[in-house]
T-cell receptor, first 114, second 112 residues
Framework: DAGVTQSPTHLIKTRGQQVTLRCSPKSGHDTVSWYQQALGQGPQFIFQYYEEEERQRGNFPDRFSGHQFPNYSSELNVNALLLGDSALYLC?????????????FGPGTRLTVL | GNSVTQMEGPVTLSEEAFLTINCTYTATGYPSLFWYVQYPGEGLQLLLKATKADDKGSNKGFEATYRKETTSFHLEKGSVQVSDSAVYFCALYKAAGNKLTFGGGTRVLVKP
């Protein structure tokens, strides 16, 4: 049973560029959440997708957008990259209505903005 | 809003020492509480959880008890190993917000 997978593992971009990160949820899960983890800090919730729609959103600007596909996989897009966007981006999957909405995390994508 | 506060690290211990990581939270109602662990270069792994007051979560020798009266969920392990070296995150979940709120993390280094 494959867990949550993310791609790419690492990414280097320059300021002003755009980036797309990808996530495949754990088998049987239908909900995907994205978190940003800056160096030395705890993860911060970006948004959550369910039934191909954004269901919840944290305190992140509109430069951060996402998408969920019919197979439940998801993308995170960040436009007009800033140096401060450098972080580990974590994807977590869960089953809507499941016990505690327990979230399973992927290994993350490390984004570096130069 | 909801928040989680953890003791700052790093915490440096010798093998077989006793580990405690303090965690307190602020939230209305009755959130669910979690401890996650992050090993170097990896994502987060759920370590243990508790869903209601006085519940004790346990896994791999780690324990934490949900204390509603002190809004705390301290993590403990009686005898740590070098392999326990990692960053530990306390988190809370409320169904209304449908998201996890994390503390800042505590780095633990266990020396042989």
């Amino acid at each position: 049973d494959a867990g949550v997978t993310q791609s790419p593992t690492h990414l280097i971009k320059t300021r002003g560029q755009q980036v797309t990160l990808r996530c495949s949820p754990k088998s049987g899960h239908d909900t995907v959440s994205w978190y940003q983890q800056a160096l030395g800090q705890g993860p911060q919730f970006i948004f959550q997708y369910y039934e191909e729609e954004e269901r919840q959103r944290g305190n992140f600007p509109d430069r951060f957008s996402g998408h969920q596909f019919p197979n439940y996989s998801s993308e995170l897009n960040v436009n007009a990259l800033l140096l401060g966007d450098s972080a580990l981006y974590l994807c977590a999957s869960s089953l809507a209505g499941g016990s505690l909405n327990e979230q399973f995390f992927g290994p993350g994508t490390r984004l570096t903005v130069l | 809003g909801n928040s989680v506060t953890q003791m700052e690290g790093p915490v440096t211990l010798s093998e077989e020492a006793f580990l405690t990581i303090n965690c307190t939270y602020t939230a209305t109602g009755y959130p669910s509480l979690f401890w996650y662990v992050q090993y170097p270069g990896e994502g987060l792994q759920l370590l243990l959880k508790a869903t209601k007051a006085d519940d004790k979560g346990s896994n791999k020798g780690f324990e934490a008890t949900y204390r509603k009266e002190t809004t705390s969920f301290h993590l403990e392990k009686g005898s740590v190993q070098v392999s326990d070296s990692a960053v530990y995150f306390c988190a809370l979940y409320k169904a209304a917000g449908n998201k996890l709120t994390f503390g800042g993390g505590t780095r633990v280094l266990v020396k042989p």
